[in-house]
């Protein structure tokens, strides 16, 4: 899906639109706070999207009236919509000053929402979480998005997709882990949720390589240490690769089946090079305040990116595992090297070493 909003102003708003369908005529949802959707499809003729090769007929193009742009000056919040995916295409609030600036918050799989990139997103003009249910042609149109200059996309993407975005120069990268045991808990619960919901999958951590690991996780009662174990213990080595060190395979984009090694953790550590923001759940005062500082950001009550308490429940009893830390060795060493970054004074280079060379 591509789009583009080129007049949005007291007189008029004209844009166009093009689906993942370019022959189909698009429909808007047109949003009015509150509680108001009003339709509208896209039927005005654009030939210049046409002769771009864009859509196969041109009718893709809308227009607002001025009778329709004093209805949104008199609202609190105007926004626009694709019909069918319901995704943002512009939002406007008058009187309203956005934080300025194009942003990738990179997350990772977790049932629970994120409380902080919840409330950011309502900051920037466009905001979106949960960036991997949208279509990979859509996600990259968004990331070079010309006619705002206020947008926020966080999502669990892979580290090449950061790195491609990374190399664009436009966005600032920035992310919160989790400790690897809470990271680890996050994977299986997001696992069960994709089982139930498909759609709401991530595309690695879909498909028949997961299935008979996802169906022994559904009978499994994670909640008893006893279950935990007995389960973990009847899991096949393929279903432990594909569960190990959750953070460094999305980061360094390794395959679902590939033993993660030093390799990966390098190349993990080589895209986070590239971030503008790192911070930890466990120190969340330290993170927002750099996200503070770095958008401009004056009030004080940003959430803290914690998880769900059941969630907590959990991990504890996975790192409470000796055989279960055998999953998160080079996920421990990842968040032990951002630990010592973000600690008091400057890193001292034998402490990195010595996280490095730690065995399991």
């Not at 999207?49 to 196969?56: F, I, P």
């Not at 990139?117 to 990259?140: H, P, W």
């Amino acid at each position: 899906m591509i789009w583009n909003i080129e007049r949005f102003n007291s007189k008029g708003a004209s844009g166009w639109l093009v689906t993942n369908d370019p022959v189909e005529t698009p429909r808007l949802l047109l949003y009015f706070h509150p509680g108001n959707w009003t339709p509208l499809e896209c039927n005005v003729s654009r030939p210049d999207v046409k002769a771009v090769g864009a859509h196969a007929t041109g009718l893709c193009g809308f227009r607002l009236d001025a009778r329709m742009m004093a209805r949104a000056a008199k609202t609190p919040v105007t926004a626009i919509f694709e019909e069918r995916t319901r995704l943002l295409l512009y939002r406007f609030v008058p009187d309203r000053s956005f934080i300025k600036g194009q942003v990738l918050f990179l997350t990772f799989p977790a049932s629970y929402p994120n409380p902080l990139v919840e409330d950011l997103k309502t900051r920037f003009q466009l905001g979106y979480s949960q960036a991997e249910r949208i279509d990979r042609n859509t996600r990259t149109y968004m990331f070079d998005i010309r006619f705002t200059d206020s947008i926020l996309i966080a999502g669990t993407l892979k580290g090449d997709e950061a790195l491609q975005v990374a190399d664009q120069d436009r966005f600032r990268l920035v992310t919160q882990f989790s400790p690897p045991a809470e990271a680890l808990a996050q994977r299986l619960d997001r696992m069960c949720e994709i089982a139930v919901h498909p759609e709401h999958g991530a595309t690695f951590l879909t498909g028949s390589l997961y299935g008979p690991l996802t169906a022994s996780l559904m009978k499994a009662d994670l909640s008893q240490p006893e279950a935990l174990a007995h389960w973990y213990e009847n899991l096949s080595e393929q279903d432990r690769l594909l569960l190990s060190d959750p953070v460094v395979r999305q980061l360094s984009s390794a395959a679902p089946h590939y033993m993660i090694d030093e390799a990966h953790l390098v190349q993990a550590l080589r895209l986070l090079s590239r971030f503008s923001a790192i911070g930890t759940t466990e120190q969340p005062e330290q993170f927002i305040d750099l996200l503070r500082d770095s958008f401009g950001i004056d009030d004080t009550d940003l959430p803290d990116g914690a998880g769900h308490p059941a969630l907590s429940t959990r991990a504890a009893i996975l790192a409470g595992s000796d055989a279960l830390k055998k999953l998160t060795i080079f996920d421990q060493k990842l968040y032990d090297l951002v630990g010592l970054t973000l600690g008091k004074g400057d890193p001292k280079m034998e402490d990195a070493r010595a996280i490095l060379a730690r065995r399991a």
